[in-house]
């Protein structure tokens, strides 16, 4: 069993700033890969940014890319998501997730990770 904690959500104007987190934790585990999706009120689990472990290549969704970036910390087994540039649109709950089976399935699935935090709210306002 893998535990995620998130933390970091909150309230920002728009054009403002916040820093996400999310730290893996439990018993002998190895990861495969760590990523974010966001999902706002009525629609799907959205693909934001994702880092497969071992060779740390990052992934980004279009709608994000250079505003957002994925960092990680390997020995806390932690991953960041600072966000820059925020937007009205990019309020919704933000979930990080967890790869330790290897799947196999490309980072932008949510089929793709095995574990979910419980999400963080992030609020842009206009």
């Known amino acids: 069993q893998v535990q995620l904690v998130e933390s970091g959500g909150g309230l920002v104007q728009a054009g403002g700033s916040l820093r996400l987190s999310c730290a893996a934790s439990?018993?002998?585990?190895?990861?495969?890969?760590m990523g974010w999706f966001r999902q706002a009120p009525g629609t799907e689990r959205d693909f934001i940014a994702a880092?497969?472990?071992?060779?740390?290549?990052?992934t980004y969704a279009d709608s994000v890319k250079g505003r957002f970036t994925l960092s990680r910390d390997n020995a806390k087994n932690t991953i960041y998501l600072e966000m820059n540039s925020l937007k009205p649109e990019d309020t919704a709950v933000y979930y990080c997730?967890?790869?330790?089976?290897?799947?196999?399935?490309?980072?932008?699935?949510?089929?793709?990770?095995?574990?979910w935090g419980q999400g963080t709210q992030v609020t842009v306002s206009s």
């Open positions: 997730a967890v790869d330790v089976r290897a799947t196999m399935r490309a980072v932008v699935f949510p089929s793709a990770y095995n574990y």
């Open positions: 880092v497969t472990w071992g060779d740390g290549v990052t």
């Open positions: 439990g018993r002998a585990f190895s990861i495969f890969a």
